[in-house]
C-alpha cells in the first residue's frame, strides 16, 4: 500500500496543498507557484474506496458503437470491471486494449473485461438479439424514456448496454434491433453527459439500484 504525504506552500500568496508519494524527491518546490514547501510530520496510507457488492440486475454487457476516444473507452473499461460487465462489444473504430496507451485510464482493467472486436456494429447488434440478450440503447431522440424508471422491468435475460458515436450517437440500424431507449436526466444547459460518465451512471444504477419507486 502506498504511503503519502502532504505538503504546503510557504509562500503566504500561494499556501497550495497537495499529496506526494512519502519517498519522492517532487513537491520540494511548488508545482503552483515554484516556491519552497514544508511537509506534515506524518505521512498517510491511500486506501481504496471499496465497499462490499452484491448486484441487484441481471447479467450485464455492453456495445460500444464507434465510441473514438481512447481515453473514454479506458475509463469504461474500469466502470465495466467495477461493476461485473460479462463482456464488452467494441464495434466500428472504437479502440480497443491492444492500443498501448490505453492502460493509462483503464488501470488493468484492460486484462480483466473480456471484449470483441466487431467492424460491424449493426451485424453485432443482430446477433445479441438473436442470442437472446435484451439491447437498452442509452441515447435520446424520439423514442427515448427515462432511465430510471425501466430499471422497474430489467429482471430477465441479460442487458446489452449500448452506447454510441460522441457527436453523432448509435447507428440507427442498432438502434432498430433496441428494446429500449433511454436518457439519463439533465437539468442544466447541457443535454447529454459525456459518453463515459453516462456510461458509469447507467451501468451503476443497472446493477445495483434498487429499481424502486
Known sequence: MTRFIARQCERASCRLRFPVAEDSPLGLSCPHCGGPTAADPEPYESHEARAPARANGPEVQALLDN???????????RTADGVGVAHMHLAGFTPTPD????????????????????????????WLVDAGCRLWALEGGPRATPWFEALRDRSGPPIVLVVGHEVSGIDP??????ERVLALPMLGIKGSLNVSVAFGVALYSLRFGTGSD
Request: glycine letters at 6%; hydrophobic letters at 40%.
Open 173 to 178: 440500424r442498432i438502434l432498430t434491433r433496441c
Open 99 to 126: 492500443h498501448p496507451t490505453m492502460a493509462k485510464t483503464s488501470l488493468g482493467a484492460e486484462k480483466t473485461v473480456p471484449w470483441t472486436l466487431h467492424r460491424d456494429g449493426a451485424a453485432a447488434a443482430a
Open 67 to 77: 465510441v473514438r476516444s481512447l481515453k473514454n473507452v479506458g475509463s469504461m473499461f
